[in-house]
């Protein structure tokens, strides 16, 4: 069978641990064939981020069109996008229906707390792109901004937020990675149900990338599974495991990446 050609747009980590490169480690773990353009290149290691070149809009622009006037791509993930200006061209390329499935991680602040998106684009990023995107990934800081609430962390909190979320996109998977608890659980809003996702918390301090990592893997994955449930879970899987080995790798003195292993699934 035939690999899906998995696309990221998104921005760099030279550390290796996040951005494209944790994408398109995913996406070669679990089976896709990997394609990737940039929207900033970032100064970061595992101990933070020292600045970052956004990319002229419209040079994402042209490799977005470069690419897809050449290549198939079957599932698209979008991530750190930076600006307005970035989220329209991406959002003019999606309403072209680039790729039969459209996964969005809406990268707003890194783990070490440097701004990825400039504060005035939340709404650029909620009103233009979460409508056009099949699913949207975010963490309870990302969930507060889009819906301009305070953070929440509990459980009821996390599922009014969902509700909210929903009429905004037309799938939600708000991640609890930022809650405390035994489980890191996840809430899932897609074709008019809910699912409650959830894994052991692994205790570990290398957990650079874990969301990057895990829309990746949704969007390597969607193509290969029946629908959006059992693609979304098989992702938390793999992430989980990735978790549980990340203190194997022994790479930089901050928050070190999570290990992209080869599942072969
Ligand atoms: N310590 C942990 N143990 C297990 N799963 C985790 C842990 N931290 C985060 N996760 C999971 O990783 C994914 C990303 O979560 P989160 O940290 O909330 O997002 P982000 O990386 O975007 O801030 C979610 O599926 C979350 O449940
Ligand atoms: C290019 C890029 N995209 C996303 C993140 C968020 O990842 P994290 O929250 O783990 O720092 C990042 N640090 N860099």
């Known amino acids: 069978m035939k690999p899906p050609v998995a696309l990221t747009i998104a921005g760099t980590d030279p550390s290796g641990g996040a951005g494209t ?20 290149v970032v100064a970061q290691n595992t101990q933070g981020v020292a600045g970052f070149e956004q ?5 994402v622009r042209l490799q977005l069109e470069n690419l ?17 200006a970035t989220i329209r061209v991406v959002a ?25 998106l400039a504060p005035e684009a939340v709404a650029a990023l909620r009103d233009e792109l979460l ?14 901004d889009l819906l301009g609430q305070k953070e929440v962390d509990d459980e009821a909190g996390m599922a009014a937020q969902l509700a909210s979320l929903a ?5 939600v998977l708000l991640k609890g990675g930022h809650a405390d608890g035994e489980e890191s659980v996840d809430l899932l809003a897609i074709d008019g149900a809910t699912h409650r996702l959830t894994a052991p918390r692994v205790t570990t ?15 390597a994955l969607r193509p290969q599974r029946a629908d959006w449930v059992a693609a979304v879970t098989d992702a938390k899987a793999y992430l989980s495991e990735a978790l549980r080995r990340a203190d194997e790798l022994e790479i930089g003195h901050g928050h070190g990446p999570v290990h992209h292993y080869h599942a072969w699934w």
């Open 92 to 116: 003019e390329v999606l309403r072209g229906r680039p790729a039969r499935y459209v996964v969005l991680d809406p990268v707003m602040v890194a783990k070490s707390g440097h701004r990825l």
């Open 167 to 171: 009429h905004l996109a037309p799938g």
């Open 55 to 59: 990319l002229a809009p419209d040079f």
């Open 205 to 219: 301090k290398n957990t650079h990338g874990t969301g990057c990592t895990l829309s990746a893997a949704i969007a």
């Open 21 to 40: 490169s944790a994408d398109l480690k995913t996406f070669g773990a679990l089976g896709a064939f990997g394609t990737s353009v940039i929207t900033a």
């Open 68 to 84: 897809l006037a050449d290549v198939r791509v079957d599932a698209l993930k979008i991530g750190m996008l930076g600006d307005a």
């Open 131 to 144: 409508p056009l995107v099949d699913l949207v990934t975010p963490n309870l800081p990302e969930a507060a």
